[in-house]
């Protein structure tokens, strides 16, 4: 069991972040409609639940989510906030009765461009404040420089020169003129990761969907990297886009698809244990990346005040040791990796 209030340092930077998140990607309304009243609510549930750790990014609802985030935060005590969002995509308007082709459903009517260029990190971080209402941010994470994004080899290799040559430049600037505490990599891929932390200095990285109950390849080369470098993890989408909540059932997702046979195979096998052991998965899903060293926090989402809730309750849960030993034992979990205690 974890104290989700309780706070780590991420990596070596000054930052102390709540070992329980909140990423707002869900409370943008690509997935479902969500009211701004409930949004905000969602927001400020997990604030007075004593986290303190928010995450945001200009593509999630093509600006919604950092407008709502800043809605419920943007008049608490700053200091006391660890505020992240990302940079790579800036937003324009789209024209009166004008369809974008690949514009994704539910967001605001803005359609964004993609910008690695050293101006384009002022453009969408200027935005991103504005949106925020805020003077500042904590981190920000150079955002979907993977081929799980792009899909295209050359693409990939294009934008991670454009970062490294134009958008981490102004980013090490902008931390050196203390306008921003923390810059990272905020990637769906534990290797590309592992090649922007070997590229330059960066202090952390969200690594989405990678190192959880139900994979950790990212134990390989990405999480050995980070301890010896002392780089900050924070581990999103630790449900994996939710099969890890729902369990292998009809509808579940996985990378925000319907999930494979391999992964529901995988995911019903864990499930067993877990009721073997009377432990609902989620909550072995939300406890297990803490365990690692190199992880500050998990930021797991919620569309709902009763969703957030439940997560911080379940991180709350024991989960008895004889749990993880099982898994191990039948091949469902890398020995590799460290675990709750």
């Given at each position: 069991m974890f104290d989700p209030t309780a706070r780590r340092r991420l990596g070596r930077t000054a930052l102390s972040v709540t070992r329980f998140g909140f990423g707002t990607a869900p409370l943008a309304g690509f997935r479902t409609t969500i009211p701004e009243r409930d949004a905000i609510a969602t927001v400020e549930a997990a604030y007075d639940a004593g986290v303190r750790l928010f995450d945001s990014s200009p593509y999630y609802g093509y600006g919604r989510a950092e407008l709502r985030m800043g809605a419920a935060l943007r008049d608490r005590a700053r200091d006391d906030l660890v505020v992240s969002t990302k940079i790579g995509r800036w937003m324009t308007p789209v024209p009166r009765n004008t369809e974008i082709a690949g514009m994704r459903r539910g967001g605001l009517n803005f359609y964004p461009t993609f910008d690695y260029s050293y101006d384009g990190v002022r453009r969408s971080l200027d935005q991103s404040l504005l949106r925020l209402g805020m003077d500042r941010v904590d981190i920000v994470f150079v955002h979907d420089v993977d081929f799980w994004t792009t899909g295209d080899r050359l693409v990939l290799e294009?934008?991670?020169?454009?970062?490294?040559?134009g958008a981490y430049r102004a980013l090490a600037d902008l931390r050196s003129q203390g306008v921003i505490g923390a810059i990272g990599v905020g990637l769906n891929e534990a290797d590309m990761s592992a090649r922007f932390v070997r590229a330059g200095d960066f202090d952390c990285v969200l690594l989405a969907g990678r190192y959880t109950l139900l994979e950790q390849r990212a134990l390989d080369d990405f999480m050995p990297l980070?301890?010896?470098?002392?780089?900050?993890?924070?581990?999103?989408?630790?449900?994996?886009?939710?099969?890890?909540?729902?369990?292998a059932r009809q509808g579940a997702k996985y990378d925000?698809?319907?999930?494979?046979?391999?992964?529901?195979?995988?995911?019903?096998?864990?499930?067993?244990?877990?009721?073997?052991?009377?432990?609902?998965?989620?909550?072995a899903a939300l406890q297990f990346p803490l365990a690692h060293p190199a992880v500050a926090a998990i930021i797991p989402g919620?569309?709902?005040?009763?969703?957030?809730q439940g997560n911080f309750a379940l991180l709350r849960r024991p989960i008895p040791a004889a749990l993880w030993e099982e898994l191990r034992t039948l091949g469902l979990l890398d020995p590799r990796a460290p675990v709750p205690a």
């Open positions: 294009t934008r991670f020169s454009e970062v490294m040559n980070c301890e010896t470098r002392g780089v900050g993890v924070v581990i999103g989408g630790p449900l994996n886009s939710g099969v890890l909540a729902t369990g925000y698809n319907d999930a494979p046979a391999w992964v529901m195979n995988r995911v019903a096998r864990i499930e067993a244990v877990c009721a073997r052991h009377d432990t609902p998965i989620a909550a919620a569309v709902s005040r009763e969703e957030m």
